[in-house]
């Protein structure tokens, strides 16, 4: 039985921070969890909304450093749409996990690109994994981005975002990657990302970027910022050199949402069959 270590008095959504030790089934659990969030199109912000279950308890729970209660893991499992025991169902074992069949794509873009929901629903289509390569950092930091920049700053948020990325390269993990809109600035870790995956820059106009990022409920970019167009136009135009050495180019302002998914399935696809098609543009 999976158990909070240290009962508290209110169990309310900050006050779960009891971490367990990192054992198979805890890993097993947030593995579960993370791949749950990630079909459903869940940020780590959602769920914690949806479940009543605080964000930096969830990183927990999905690095598998979490003593998560029954109740919890109902209120987490009901948010998923599934039920404690489907969370915990699958016994975890030692025996090395089997490669996933085709290559490793790697989205690249600003925030409000569309990375997740491109990402996720292509994949969805494929059967093949998906993963932001933010979460992984978030998981083996043990808290959430906003905390890492505040309380270690950018080098340490690079160095884990580079390992990261060589975990799954050493693995041979398959499947897509969203990235940070800022990786290409990071050369070593993008050297690597363009050596061991197949990049596809998801392209859009400054206004849809701006605007995708305030339908997804977040208007920090617009709060008491007169500028924040003429910055992000001015980030766009300083990164586009790097941007456009991916192999594809998705322009998702000209396509739309439903034909930027197929696009970036063709993508996989070809890349799947060993045919890649030329770098291209659409």
Same mark, same amino acid.
């Given at each position: 039985?999976?158990?909070?270590?240290?009962?508290?008095?209110?169990?309310?959504?900050?006050?779960?921070?009891?971490?367990?030790?990192?054992?198979?089934?805890?890993?097993?659990?947030?593995?579960?969890?993370?791949?749950?969030?990630?079909?459903?199109?869940?940020?780590?912000?959602?769920?914690?909304?949806?479940?009543?279950?605080?964000?930096?308890?969830?990183?927990?729970?999905?690095?598998?450093?979490?003593?998560?209660?029954?109740?919890?893991?109902?209120?987490?499992?009901?948010?998923?749409?599934?039920?404690?025991?489907?969370?915990?169902?699958?016994?975890?074992?030692?025996?090395?996990?089997?490669?996933?069949?085709?290559?490793?794509?790697? /989205?690249?873009?600003?925030?409000?690109?569309?990375?997740?929901?491109?990402?996720?629903?292509?994949?969805?289509?494929?059967?093949?994994?998906?993963?932001? /390569?933010?979460?992984?950092?978030?998981?083996?930091?043990?808290?959430?981005?906003?905390?890492?920049?505040?309380?270690?700053?950018?080098?340490?948020?690079?160095?884990?975002?580079?390992?990261?990325?060589?975990?799954?390269?050493?693995?041979?993990?398959?499947?897509?990657?969203?990235?940070?809109?800022?990786?290409?600035?990071?050369?070593?870790?993008?050297?690597?990302?363009?050596?061991?995956?197949?990049?596809?820059?998801?392209?859009?106009?400054?206004?849809?970027?701006?605007?995708?990022?305030?339908?997804?409920?977040?208007?920090?970019?617009?709060?008491?910022?007169?500028?924040?167009?003429?910055?992000?136009?001015?980030?766009?135009?300083?990164?586009?050199?790097?941007?456009?050495?991916?192999?594809?180019?998705?322009?998702?302002?000209?396509?739309?949402?439903?034909?930027?998914?197929?696009?970036?399935?063709?993508?996989?696809?070809?890349?799947?069959?060993?045919?890649?098609?030329?770098?291209?543009?659409?």
């Amino acid at each position: 039985m999976v158990h909070d270590v240290a009962a508290r008095k209110k169990p309310d959504a900050g006050a779960e921070e009891a971490e367990g030790t990192g054992s198979p089934l805890l890993q097993s659990l947030g593995e579960r969890v993370r791949e749950r969030r990630r079909a459903a199109g869940l940020t780590l912000r959602d769920l914690g909304a949806a479940s009543g279950v605080s964000e930096r308890f969830l990183v927990l729970v999905e690095g598998g450093k979490a003593n998560v209660s029954v109740v919890r893991l109902d209120a987490i499992a009901r948010a998923l749409d599934t039920s404690a025991s489907a969370l915990l169902a699958s016994a975890p074992t030692d025996e090395p996990r089997a490669a996933e069949k085709g290559p490793l794509v790697a /989205l690249l873009g600003l925030r409000g690109a569309g990375k997740t929901t491109l990402g996720s629903r292509a994949a969805a289509r494929l059967g093949l994994p998906f993963v932001e /390569l933010d979460s992984l950092v978030v998981a083996r930091a043990g808290m959430s981005l906003t905390e890492i920049f505040e309380m270690h700053g950018t080098a340490y948020f690079r160095r884990l975002e580079r390992e990261e990325l060589e975990r799954l390269v050493a693995r041979g993990d398959r499947g897509i990657v969203a990235t940070s809109g800022s990786l290409v600035t990071d050369h070593e870790t993008f050297e690597l990302l363009c050596r061991e995956a197949v990049t596809v820059w998801l392209r859009a106009r400054p206004e849809d970027h701006f605007q995708r990022v305030i339908d997804q409920g977040d208007a920090r970019p617009m709060a008491s910022r007169p500028a924040a167009m003429e910055e992000l136009r001015a980030i766009l135009r300083a990164r586009r050199a790097l941007y456009e050495r991916a192999a594809h180019i998705i322009d998702t302002s000209a396509l739309g949402l439903e034909r930027s998914i197929d696009r970036l399935v063709k993508i996989v696809n070809a890349a799947s069959r060993g045919r890649l098609p030329a770098p291209s543009v659409g």
